[in-house]
Each structure stands twice: as C-alpha cells, then as structure tokens.
C-alpha cells in the first residue's frame, strides 16, 4: 500500500524555474559551487531534486548556485589543468633533483 503525500508529484520549486529561466534566457549555465559542477539549463531541470534543497522555514541552497557564462567554465577548467601542470612539473623538478630511483621489487 502506497501512502498518498508519496504519490504527490513534486512540484518545481519558484526558485528553481527562476534560476533556469535566467539561464535560459541569457544562453548561460547553472554553476553549482559545492559540487564544482556546471549543469546546463535542462540538466539542471532534470537533477533539481538532488542538487536544490528547501527547508521548513522558507531557507534553501540557492546562494550554492550561480548563472554563467558556458566560456567561464571553459576557462575555469583551463586555468585547473594549468595549476595541475605547474604542480606537476615542480614533482618532477623534486624527483629530478632528488635522483630517485624506481626498481622493481
């Protein structure tokens, strides 16, 4: 037996079809800042209910959410891969100037 408030669909929360309206509108994306993760408008119409969270007293996640321009998550990607280089190089230059030698056991 199924309970009823089980069998209520979930209505999209105001705050959320706002948030995907404006990024539709604007040709943006939506930046969840928690995650990391860029969704486009209709990636994030689709995951909502996993990612947007509403309290009891009207507090919800919607600070955790920013409308981009899809370039910025290119260059934010970009500028990532270039710290990781860096990082890697300088273990590199470490191992190089330790003379560290790999053999097998």
């Known amino acids: ?34 995650t990391r993760k860029f969704y486009t408008p209709e990636e994030f119409l689709a995951s909502w209910v996993r990612i947007y969270t509403e309290g009891r007293r009207g507090g ?10 899809p370039m910025a998550a290119v260059k934010q990607r ?13 273990i590199m230059r470490k191992l190089e100037a330790y003379q560290a030698q790999f053999k097998p056991k």
């Open 78 to 90: 970009a500028e990532w891969v270039a710290k990781a280089n860096s990082e890697l190089q300088e």
């Open 60 to 69: 919800s996640n919607r600070d955790d959410f920013q409308i981009m321009n």
């Open 1 to 34: 037996m199924e309970r009823e408030w089980l069998k209520k669909k979930m209505e999209i929360p105001i705050v959320v079809k706002s948030m995907y309206n404006d990024a539709k509108l604007n040709g943006a994306w939506i930046y969840h800042k928690v």
